[in-house]
């Protein structure tokens, strides 16, 4: 679920069938006359929900008075709409703390609370390696530049000897980079050279991650409205 | 008032007596035969294309079936048809309504349908004479939001609404074969069997139901989620259904047992689902949850293998292609990306 942001009192759909319907009722709510007050906006939220008694309607996802409203909308409203939408996702999820530069976990316990401890929608990658082991040096470089171009994700790196995950992470695996969020491990890279050329640069690192989905956009450029997207193109 | 009750009591204990029936059946657990099987391993999927051109949310998606032509609506008001090879926009479809629930690719290329808020199905004709792209029928009867629907074949598809009700229509005519009336919420999804001679439909109600097409009757009904039915599809064997649910689990229903056979669930995971996809062996599960996450699972074992685009909770929907080569997913951010 979405953290603590929503206005609604009722849990509502963002996907689906059920997303549409909670989407066209934003954007009525969002198109009513501003100068016409609570009353108004008190009405179609009432329309929205059923009442505790009626156990019938708590399975329709619109009432009657809704399906009512359904009618022609203005080009102008629905660009508006679309935009401010997306506009407020993309803020949602950049929502967080900022990091400058790249961590350097001492232990394991270190490791636990960073990976534990960091907000919700904070992705942590750490970055585990050994002085001497192809590579690491290399990435620990790239980190460093990514750690500045995408401030709200956590970079850190642990020496695998000092802080004794040589133990899990013999050399033949190092150096390898892991993704948490939320507490959760979202993936595993081992030995992630392997993917790249001899010689890799941030750019490389960077690309990489994105083939997985793991990187956030850096910033959200709103579209402009392209008409000529329309037609058919053979 | 007396008769009420014993008619309610009546209800009940035939309740009782078909899930003892049930149980009679039921000599083992799907985990208990899965035991000997071979674990996964984690399951890490790259994008390799991303198809671009949309303005909005991406509500819905459907392969063709030859693999690499895929139809998605979104909230911009447009259906676009693509080519996930070279990522090239094969038609642009411009809709009445920006509301559209569903979009649908006919099995033999030649047709596409949506609809959504706008109560109606729309087929279009994608190899008109000129070229053009135009409506070819407005199936309009259903008396609700049109949450799903899929072809049959060039001349009859199936609807599924918001009225409750699921509907088999003749395109050429234009008209409503059949209507298929049980649920007691409003249908939220549908799923074609393999051989064409069934479906099944989740709805409101918390209950999943297989129809016989021909026989316009439901077969079986499936209960045991504890919220709405939002997603459904075939096993690929098309022996069991598969349904995502507001209860933030999945089940997976065997139809010749009449039973559940597993619930994939984790006490982590809060989040209703509302887009389901297997993968074409059926051993993977690709589960689409509201708050944009997907999760995937291993079927056979109902643990969670991994998760799909981690770090941006992006996706809207989610298809795999009928070879099993790629799973295709919509973003609220307009984009569509292709992966294996």
Redesign the interface.
Known sequence: MMSGQEEEELPVNHTGPKGVINDWRRFKLDSLDPTVPQSKRELLRQMSSPREDDKERLNRKMSAQEYEMIQEEDEGSLKRYRTQSMQEMHERLSFGPAFEEVKELESGDAFLEVIEKEHQMTLVIVHIYQHGVKGCEQLNSCLDCLALEYPSIRFCRMDAVATGAVERFTPEVLPALLVYKAGESLAHFLAVTKHFNEDFFATDVEGFLNEYGLLPKKEFTAWADDEDEGGNVE | MGEMEELRKEMENLKDQITAARKTFQDSTLQEAAAGVTVVG?V????RKTLR?H???I?AMHWGTDSTLCVSAS????LIVWDTITT?????I?L?S?????CAYAPSGNLVACG????MCSIYNLKGKD???KVMRELAAHT??L??CRFLSDTEIITSS?D?TCVLWDIETGTQKTVFAGH???A??LGVSPDFKYFISG???FTAKLWDIREAECRQTFGGHES?I??IGFFPNGNAVITGS?DATCKLYDLRADQELLTYQDS?I???V??LAPSKSGRLLLA?H???NVNIWDMLKAERVG???????RV??IGVSSDGMACCTGS???FL?I?N
């Open positions: 984690r890490q999927l790259k994008t051109g303005l909005a949310k509500y909230q911009d008001g447009k090239n926009k094969v038609n642009a411009p009445k920006s509301w559209v629930m569903t959504g808020l706008d109560n070229g053009n792209v609700g939001y949450s799903c918001g409750c007691q919420g409003d939220m999804s709805a409101c109600d709405d939002n997603a507001d982590s809060m989040c209703g509302t887009s689409g509201d708050d944009f998760v799909l685009a981690g770090h941006d909770n809207s929907c609220w951010d307009s990306k992966w």
